[in-house]
């Protein structure tokens, strides 16, 4: 038994240090691996190389806030993000970051450009229009744009929300609703006054975010 | 689990068992399946299978295994895998001998277990192999079967990927012992199938083994091949195989001389090109992959060159997979025409039964049978669909159907010229052709066709339990009276339930 452990740990520790290739690593534990190359080799099959990816499943990254994207990251390294979909894809990638790369990964998909997604049911979406404007007041549910600015662009730790996937908007909000798995901000107390019906029309809304009237 | 323990303790040593207890001992607090991979890249099982469902690869997965497997986080490469099955045919009357040819139906077992190596080793080298121990393998003639422990699907691979805003390019080398185990879709011959599919030989009409298009060389084999993937549309693969022997003979280890195939050369093409399309939660391949090869009649035998037969496998097959929480939805479909050219001594020696001696069946007026044809032609067509909710709750529904050119060489049913059609297991009668109940081709006609439908539940994303059952209407060339005992198609009608784990 100690033979086998020793045996692999020298087998797998020679095989590590011979042959690493920093500039097209998938490495997800190394801290030499810069984070544009992360971003390239691994980010980019879900995300998209420009942080527009192609299936909903996936979230929106370009353009999006760089504090909140640390903050993201950071909140899955250390499992305070743990809705499901964060654990089943993101914890695994974030346990070994460092937050140089969490930083560097920030930075790169902050500078990307959004691409607007397709519009939803016209009805839909101006229902979505007026609650991301004016909020639910019957409900005490304060306007989007409070937090998220008046062109869904975000601040700081305030996500960006404008062109974000509305299939992934739409699972957040439950899960802020529904759940603890995104614990300790003001969405908990927003999404509890929205139903289904409204919360799908504020994430059809900001899925195209068309900015004429 | 404790069978398998003592069974690999048996077979692969000690080495084998302190590696898998090495490898529980080593467990973090949330299992993951296919596990080493998932404690790689800390993933759960869903990022890289579609639905949960193994072995079916989700875009990523595919990128995952076409990067060679180099994602994430070095951690021990080891997973293990055992399932627990319980398979009972429609009707075991038709039978001379029921304790073998439906040996253990009705009776849970535990079929089979595997060992993984599987994962990481450097930045451009990673591996996945199976060693597989089947409780059930060998029929001894006491009607008792042999555990049997032997190299399964193996694939190492280096790969680079070149990617920048403009291009995207994967290139990669593969080793492999199983034409198209290297494939990222689960439409190729090695992954489309049900998985689990344990102890065919005492199953012998479950799913796993009724027709798959495949290759006519088998596995086990050793081959390389190189492939590039391009802005994640086009595939292109090529590869050439030979016997698995000398330093690779690892790739069919626990085969017996007899039981390897054995290729002549190292010239047996294998190729794949496949086109790949993403759009929204949508993605879609459309492919062609063949291979040709030249395998000799006695496994243990090199040295006639008529004993060289030829195999031609030309195929297509296609994906689509929609996949967006909680909904997961695949269609595919694989289609393979193989064309058989028999060896010169396969010709000019007709069927053999099992002692080698020649066959001699005659039409029902005592007329012989036509000579054997020098080469056949087989088609078989699989369309599985197949949804999942919630990686938890799934079901498909599955087509099968194989037709292919009659040939005498394919029966082993036929009239006797002094006996008709005669069952004579034991040879008391002296009948010169053995007519077989149960695996009996009458007709010399391989035309197989059927429908399977499963449903499977998955507490818990390493723990499949499922429900499969398979309905033929056709078997060996016939519906009704296939064997030429009586027996038809449906009496094969099997229904197959089965736990299946893995760590």
Known sequence: MKKVKLGLAVALALAGTACSNLERSRDLANPNVPPAVTAMQVCSICHGVTGNPVSPIFPRLAGQQRDYLVAQLEQFRSHHRADPAGFEYMFGLSRNLTDAQIQGLAD???????????PGDPALMAAGKEIFEKGVPEKATPPCVACHGPKGEGVATFPRLAYQYADYLSKQMHVFRETEGRPNTPMTQVAHGLSSTQVEAVAAYLQAFPTQK | MRNIGAALRGRLGAGGVSLALLLLAMAPYEAQALPAFARQTGQNCVACHAGGQFPELTPYGRMFKLTGYTIGTRVVPLSVMGVAGYAKVADTSKSDNPASDFYKNGVPLLASGSVFIAGKLTDNIGAFSQITYDNYANLATDNQYAGHTQADNMDFRYAD?????????????????????????????????????????????????????????GGNLAGLSAYLFWNQTLYAELGSYRTSKGALSFMSAGLNGASTTQLNGSNNPYWRLALSHEWGPHNLMVGTSGMIAHVYDANSDITDPNDLGRFKNVGVDAQYQYILDPHTVT????????????????????????????????????????PVNPSDTTNIFRAKLSYVYQARYGGSVALFNRTGTSNTLNQNSGYDPVFGVTSDPTGALGATALSTRVTGNFSGNPGTRGYTYEAFWMPVQYVRAGVQYTAYSKYNGASDNYDGFGRNARDNNTLFLYVWGAY
């Open chain 1, 108 to 118: 790169y998909f902050t500078k990307q450009v959004p691409l607007p997604g397709a």
């Open chain 2, 161 to 217: 990927r070149f990617i920048d805003g403009n291009r995207d390019i994967v290139f990669g080398v593969s080793l492999n012992n199983n034409p198209s185990v290297s494939d990222p879709w689960n439409t190729a011959a090695a992954w489309m199938q049900y998985v689990p599919t344990p102890s065919p030989a005492s199953h012998q009409f479950i799913d796993g083994k009724s027709p798959f298009p495949g290759f006519g060389s």
């Open chain 2, 331 to 370: 269609v595919q479909m694989a289609y393979t025409r193989q064309t058989q050219d028999y060896s010169a001594n396969t010709i000019a020696n007709g069927p053999v039964d099992a002692n080698g001696n020649p066959l001699v069946f005659v039409d029902a007026n005592g007329n012989p049978l036509a």
